[in-house]
């Protein structure tokens, strides 16, 4: 749980809130939490009025976290946030995939160009046709590499067809 800004306690036995070295202003900075209804690593800006636990976090792996967008017959897109570098500079990220199995970086990979960690979002293409792939986002620092949840994709048998009007809407 956590002390909110108005003295209360809220959540107590339900989720876990923990503030980072990262501000995003003269009164805010980033938190993480977790736990209650998700079970994922969620990123917040809070007021530090909010009385969250202090969590002293260095020179770690990173925290990566990914989500699907679409997939289609040949393709998947995934979008996926390094949701904290791990007190070190993040050399690589991206997405990893494999057909029947917990991905890898050593197995398929697609490395990101862009520079946007907290936002990134790729398409995973020259796949095969109705297969299921696990899909994870995964970022590497000097200390190792930290990978998203997996995810479950299944390309579809054939793309939808695109249907346009005599206007070509």
């Known amino acids: 749980g956590y002390r909110g800004y108005d003295g ?7 989720a876990s809130y923990h503030w980072t070295s990262s501000q995003t202003g003269a009164n805010e900075a980033v938190s993480f939490g977790g736990g ?4 994922d690593l969620l990123r917040n800006v809070h007021n530090k009025n909010y009385g969250f636990s202090i969590r002293c976090i260095k020179n770690t792996i990173p925290i990566t976290s990914n989500a699907l967008i679409q997939a289609k017959s040949r393709s998947i897109t995934m979008k996926g946030a390094v949701l904290f570098d791990g007190g070190d500079s993040v050399t690589e990220f991206g997405f990893c995939y ?3 199995s917990l991905p890898y970086i050593s197995d398929n990979k697609v490395i990101s160009t862009g520079t946007d960690l907290s936002n990134f979002s790729m398409e995973i293409t020259n796949l095969n046709p109705d297969t299921e792939y696990y899909v994870r986002a995964y970022s ?5 590499v930290s990978y998203g949840n997996v995810i479950k994709a299944k390309t579809s048998l054939t793309d939808p067809e695109t249907v346009v009007d005599i206007d070509g809407n």
């Open 36 to 39: 209650y209804v998700n079970v």
């Open 140 to 144: 590497v620092n000097k200390r190792g």
């Open 98 to 100: 494999n057909v029947g």
């Open 8 to 14: 209360y306690y809220y959540l107590l036995e339900k």
